[in-house]
């Protein structure tokens, strides 16, 4: 397993850019190919899973590659084949979009589960639900979810649960759909509305993206065209607290303020100061930062992928703050955070964090993607030397994080894993030419 080493104790200085968000990225490069012709994606991050979604999608016909300008180009007109390999879509629940991909394409997909992880068990029943009531046959064999369309028609599909992948995956399958399509109760995410800009630059009619119901006018076809998509607001958060956890002072460029408003909040009551301006979020910490209460929720609440970031910040404020998690079984890290002296219990799902003055570094494991960013902050913070492992998890979601926390001070190396290494390199250069 790859590691870092991070040297605790500097507060972070300087300005950072924030890279593309990897949830908009995925749903985008997928939905580029349910059009004809060539996409042009800009502000894609490289990081592991824009890697492993596109390398699915290649498997599956499409070509795809960066160019030396850093933009993704997409041409999905060999996509023919309906088989997702599973060595590949195990790696990551986001591929499960292929699925929504392949029924409005060539009218049936067969996709492996997604499956359990280290956030609990995490089903796919609403997608299938919707896909049915789209006229869909769904059968799940061996492990492989076999879906199957002549024709898919629109209707009303209540969403049980705000759920940001069902949203997406009914938005790809209904795009090109026979009328319309009502999705109640959809998820409000940015990345939701991101993915509908890019499908109505290409030809989609879709309407009320960022409220409760989006409605989706079937349209004949699609045709690629040039996007840039938003910014990762979960790095843009990582970073602010990156900065408040080490008493630092930093500049994050390329960010949407608005996108990032619950934890601006968040990061302001624990005594965070924070300027924005149109494109940009000035951090400045001055004091210890101060404990905190909060529940995740569905946006514009509190993004479940900014608790465990926010978890390490307060493990080291002065007092006692109760973070309820309400989207997933998502508190398994804390005990990698105990290892480093933080003094954390954790009732079902509620964890009660009484802050110390002090992290001391430890041997820890990341146990996934925001969980180790967790611990990489925590470790900013520490006294003595931290050494991270698992951290092609952290690769996952954040485009060269070590790299940018050296730009502003930080002390982290990074000791690649000979075996991670060949699959990174192998991953990174063959996206550098057509295949
Ligand atoms: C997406 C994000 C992830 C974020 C999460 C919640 C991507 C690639 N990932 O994940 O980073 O943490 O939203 O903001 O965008 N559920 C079901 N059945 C389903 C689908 C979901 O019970 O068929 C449940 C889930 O277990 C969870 C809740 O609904 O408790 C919300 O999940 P969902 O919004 O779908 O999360 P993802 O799309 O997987």
Same mark, same amino acid.
């Given at each position: 397993m790859a590691k870092l080493i991070v040297r605790g104790g500097t507060p972070l200085k300087g300005k950072v850019r924030i890279s593309g968000a990897k949830n908009s990225a995925l749903p985008i490069i997928v939905a580029a190919c349910l059009a004809e012709g060539e996409s042009v994606l800009e502000n894609i991050p490289r990081d592991i899973d824009v890697y492993t979604i596109s390398m699915i999608l290649r498997e599956l016909g499409a070509d795809i590659w960066f160019d030396e300008a850093d933009r993704l180009h997409v041409i999905p007109d060999g996509l023919e084949k309906h088989q997702a390999s599973y060595d590949l *879509?195990?790696?990551?629940?986001? =591929?499960?979009?292929?699925?929504?991909?392949?029924?409005?394409?060539?009218?049936?997909?067969?996709?492996?589960?997604?499956?359990?992880?280290?956030?609990?068990?995490?089903?796919?029943?609403?997608?299938?639900?919707?896909?049915?009531?789209?006229?869909?046959?769904?059968?799940?064999?061996?492990?492989?979810?076999?879906?199957?369309?002549?024709?898919?028609?629109?209707?009303?599909?209540?969403?049980? %649960?705000? =759920?940001?992948?069902?949203?997406?995956?009914?938005?790809?399958?209904?795009?090109?759909?026979?009328?319309?399509?009502?999705?109640?109760?959809?998820?409000?995410?940015?990345?939701?509305?991101?993915?509908?800009?890019?499908?109505? =630059?290409?030809?989609?009619?879709? %309407?009320?993206?960022?409220?409760?119901?989006?409605?989706?006018?079937? *349209?004949?076809?699609?045709?690629?065209t040039e996007y840039s998509i938003i910014s990762d607001r979960i790095e843009a958060g990582t970073f602010m607290v990156a900065c408040g956890i080490t008493g630092g002072d930093v500049v994050l460029d390329n960010v949407v303020p608005e996108h990032l408003r619950s934890t601006i909040l968040k990061c302001a009551e624990a005594g965070l100061e924070i300027e924005e301006g149109p494109n940009e979020i000035r951090v400045c910490a001055n004091k210890r930062p101060v404990a905190v209460d909060l529940e995740t929720a569905p946006y514009p609440g509190f993004a479940t992928d900014m608790q465990q970031p926010f978890v390490a910040m307060m493990a080291v404020a002065e007092g006692t703050s109760v973070i309820r998690e309400t989207i997933f079984d998502r508190f398994r890290y804390v005990d990698e955070l105990r290892r480093m002296g933080a003094d954390i219990k954790v009732d079902r799902d509620t964890a009660i964090i009484r802050g110390v003055e002090e992290l001391t570094g430890a041997p820890v494991e990341a146990t996934d993607l925001r969980a180790g960013a967790a611990l990489v902050l925590a470790a900013l913070s520490a006294k003595g030397e931290t050494e991270i492992s698992g951290v092609e998890l952290v690769d996952r979601g954040y485009e060269h994080l070590d790299e940018k926390l050296r730009q502003l001070g930080a002390h982290v190396t990074r000791i690649a894993d000979q075996e991670d290494d060949d699959l990174t390199k192998h991953l990174t250069t063959s996206f550098l030419e057509r295949c």
């Open positions: *879509v195990r790696r990551m629940r986001a =591929s499960f979009y292929v699925a929504g991909l392949l029924l409005a394409r060539l009218g049936k997909a067969e996709v492996p589960l997604p499956g359990g992880c280290a956030l609990g068990s995490r089903p796919v029943d609403y997608h299938l639900k919707g896909f049915q009531a789209l006229g869909a046959t769904i059968n799940i064999e061996h492990g492989y979810v076999k879906a199957e369309a002549k024709e898919l028609v629109g209707t009303k599909i209540y969403i049980n %649960r705000s =759920s940001v992948g069902t949203t997406m995956n009914l938005m790809l399958a209904a795009a090109q759909a026979q009328g319309t399509t009502l999705l109640e109760n959809a998820a409000k995410e940015p990345e939701i509305v991101d993915l509908a800009i890019y499908l109505n =630059s290409m030809g989609a009619r879709i %309407r009320g993206a960022g409220t409760d119901v989006i409605r989706i006018d079937g *349209v004949e076809g699609l045709k690629g």
